[in-house]
Structures are given as structure tokens and as C-alpha cells.
């Protein structure tokens, strides 16, 4: 938690330092998280197939994904 505030202070003086608007830092903000949330979210569905070893049906399966050294 200590981590975080630490990298919190030191992006908001570069922000500071680059006068970037705050509704543009907001913005980003926000977009940066919710990104973030995707990925969590996918990650636990994924683990959530794979506690179900991956069922016929689905997309890991559909898509030939299981074996897949990249995802890409």
C-alpha cells in the first residue's frame, strides 16, 4: 500500500511538472482503470474456465486457445 502512494506522489509531480489540464489527468485516470478492471476481470474468468477444465463450449476452447504458448 506504501508502494502505491509512493508511485501516486511521484505521477502526480511529473503531471505537475508537464501542466498537463486536470480534466486530461482525470481522464486518463479513468481510462487507466477501467482498463484495469477489464484485465481483473478476465483473468478471473479465465480462472474460472479453468477450474471447470474447460468446458467444450467455451471460448478458450472455441478459439484453440488451451495449449496456446501466445495469445495474441
Same mark, same amino acid.
Given at each position: 500500500?506504501?508502494?502505491?502512494?509512493?508511485?501516486?506522489?511521484?505521477?502526480?509531480?511529473?503531471? @505537475?511538472?508537464?501542466?498537463? $489540464?486536470?480534466?486530461?489527468?482525470?481522464? %486518463?485516470?479513468?481510462?487507466?482503470?477501467?482498463?484495469?478492471?477489464?484485465?481483473?476481470?478476465?483473468?478471473?474468468?479465465?480462472? %474460472?474456465?479453468?477450474?471447470?477444465?474447460? @468446458?467444450?463450449?467455451?471460448? %478458450?476452447?472455441? $478459439?484453440?486457445?488451451?495449449?496456446?504458448?501466445?495469445?495474441?
Amino acid at each position: 500500500m506504501v508502494r502505491l502512494l509512493k508511485y501516486n506522489r511521484n505521477i502526480k509531480r511529473l503531471m @505537475e511538472k508537464i501542466r498537463i $489540464h486536470p480534466a486530461s489527468v482525470r481522464m %486518463i485516470t479513468l481510462t487507466m482503470t477501467v482498463c484495469f478492471l477489464i484485465h481483473l476481470i478476465s483473468c478471473f474468468y479465465f480462472m %474460472i474456465v479453468s477450474f471447470n477444465d474447460f @468446458e467444450p463450449d467455451c471460448w %478458450i476452447v472455441k $478459439h484453440g486457445l488451451i495449449d496456446a504458448d501466445n495469445f495474441t
